[in-house]
């Protein structure tokens, strides 16, 4: 249509799947599907069957660098979306339905946490966005255009934020931002209704700002089922406090040398911590951390000198112990579809995703046998289920004799004066097509699969090896 400016673009994959080093993991709010964000800056979308298969559906662009987190960003079931936000200080709103970026941004900060939020106003509950990272206070910005509202600042030790969690009140119109700072100092701001109304000129300050001495703090963890405790894990030790006056309950260090990455509550009495090599435990906490014990409490003031370990329920593994490049990430999930799932999800460098169904009722189990896997996928798997195989931009001109693999395309530019893409291959030669008629016939199916039929091409041959990086100058400069 003449004058429409709607640019479509098409990628051409061919068999090997992109590479996909997952840097964080989100599960939306009726259990139909995963998001994760990687270090190459894109993110992709998982569908998520009824018994918890996992299909691979699209795979977005719009960051330049490695994604640190994801959040959702809305509470209403109709409309799909996300935040994602970038090490360069990007930030994208997504509609996961259709894989549009609805907003963008750019900060000169590094998110490295992101939680949704809805402000009481009077009687309606406005969407927010709690940012914190590597600056010394938690960012409150509006869901829609992304701007940053205001700040909620520290006035005592103020420092980067390691971890957040937010206790919401069913009782009173006042919730609790509970932050855990680098240093190991426990902040607590008041959110309330008049809070909504303050522009960014007015920051607000915290109410308490306590040392609970938690070094290397990983993740914070508000209790949903009984909302009166919280769970801080660190590197080398994990405490359970009391939500009310911050108090400690119990404190377990790690062992064999472990080093934690995050946990959360699985139900009142039980606590999942993994590690940074991928493994996860699940521990029954002490009577004297459950508010609905007679003991609660009785060992404030002397949790760390008269330790009890808590009792392991189970040991969740990874199934593969194939090297990865970077440690893989673990979060723990629960929603609602149909029936309440309590899911474990585990990503790698590789690009798999792994999910555990973790049930209500545990009994304890051998720990070398642990919990078994649900499902696992990776999108290499689902490339190699496609039928026919996915084709590359020029893989019916690179095939081998006596091979399944064509040859591989090691360099690429495309020349848009001429409306040419060229090819640098392994074996050193060059292959010159006309782009858009190569793209066309190889999402086609016909005569061109065999070769015939194909577009006019050239091949240039004066290389031993493979073709490491290609230039045509005039695109640079005219001279």
Not at 159 to 184: F, K, Y
Request: contains cysteine; hydrophobic residues 40%; negative net charge.
């Amino acid at each position: 249509m003449a004058g429409n400016s709607l640019v479509l673009p098409i990628v051409l994959w061919g068999r090997k799947a992109p590479t996909h080093c997952i840097s964080a993991i989100l599960l939306m709010d009726d259990v139909s599907m995963i998001v994760t964000g990687c270090h190459d800056g894109q993110i992709s979308l998982w569908d998520l069957s009824f018994d918890l298969e996992i299909n691979p559906r699209a795979l977005l662009f719009g960051h330049t660098a490695s994604v640190t987190c994801l959040s959702k960003a809305s509470a209403s079931s109709e409309k799909q979306y996300i935040v994602s936000a970038s090490e360069s200080g990007e930030m994208c709103l997504w509609d996961v339905n259709d894989g549009r970026c609805i907003e963008f941004t750019k900060l000169a900060c590094t998110h490295t946490g992101i939680q949704f939020y809805q402000f009481p106003v009077g009687t309606q509950r406005e969407g927010r966005l709690l940012c914190h990272g590597h600056y010394p206070e938690i960012l409150v910005v509006d869901v829609t255009s992304l701007e940053v509202l205001y700040s909620l600042v520290s006035k005592i030790s103020p420092d980067w934020i390691s971890s957040m969690s937010i206790i919401r009140s069913h009782r009173t119109q006042e919730d609790t931002v509970v932050a855990v700072s680098v240093t190991g100092i426990l902040k607590v701001w008041i959110i309330t209704s008049e809070v909504s109304h303050m522009q960014d000129t007015e920051p607000l300050f915290e109410e308490e700002s306590k040392p609970i001495y938690c070094q290397n703090c990983q993740s914070i963890s508000f209790c949903a089922f009984t909302q009166q405790s919280l769970l801080v894990v660190c590197s080398k030790y994990w405490r359970v406090f009391d939500a009310g006056d911050y108090s400690l309950l119990c404190s377990v260090p790690s062992e064999n040398g472990q080093t934690w990455t995050g946990g959360d509550f699985v139900s009142a009495d039980k606590v999942i911590i993994w590690t940074e090599d991928g493994q996860s435990f699940i521990y029954k906490l002490p009577a004297s951390c459950l508010p609905a014990s007679d003991t609660f409490r009785s060992d404030v003031g002397k949790a760390v000198e008269n330790l009890i370990p808590p009792l392991l329920f189970s040991v969740l593994d990874r199934a593969d112990k194939q090297l990865l490049i970077c440690p893989p990430v673990t979060r723990f999930f629960y929603g609602r579809r149909e029936c309440f799932h309590k899911l474990l999800i585990q990503g790698d460098s590789s690009g798999r995703l792994c999910i555990w169904s973790v049930p209500d009722t545990l009994e304890v189990q051998d720990k070398t046998k642990g919990l078994e896997m649900t499902t696992s996928t990776s999108l290499q798997a689902a490339f190699h289920k496609l039928t026919p195989r996915p084709a590359g931009i020029i893989d019916q001109l690179s095939l081998i004799p006596n091979s399944n693999e064509p040859l591989k395309v090691t360099a690429s530019v495309y020349i848009p004066a001429h409306g040419r893409l060229v090819c640098g291959r392994e074996d050193g030669s060059i292959v010159i097509v006309p782009a858009t008629q190569t793209a066309i016939v190889q999402l086609l199916q016909g005569e061109h699969m065999l070769r015939r039929g194909w577009p006019p091409h050239r091949t240039l041959r004066g290389h031993r090896n493979k073709v490491t990086c290609l230039l045509y100058p005039h695109q640079v400069s005219p001279r």
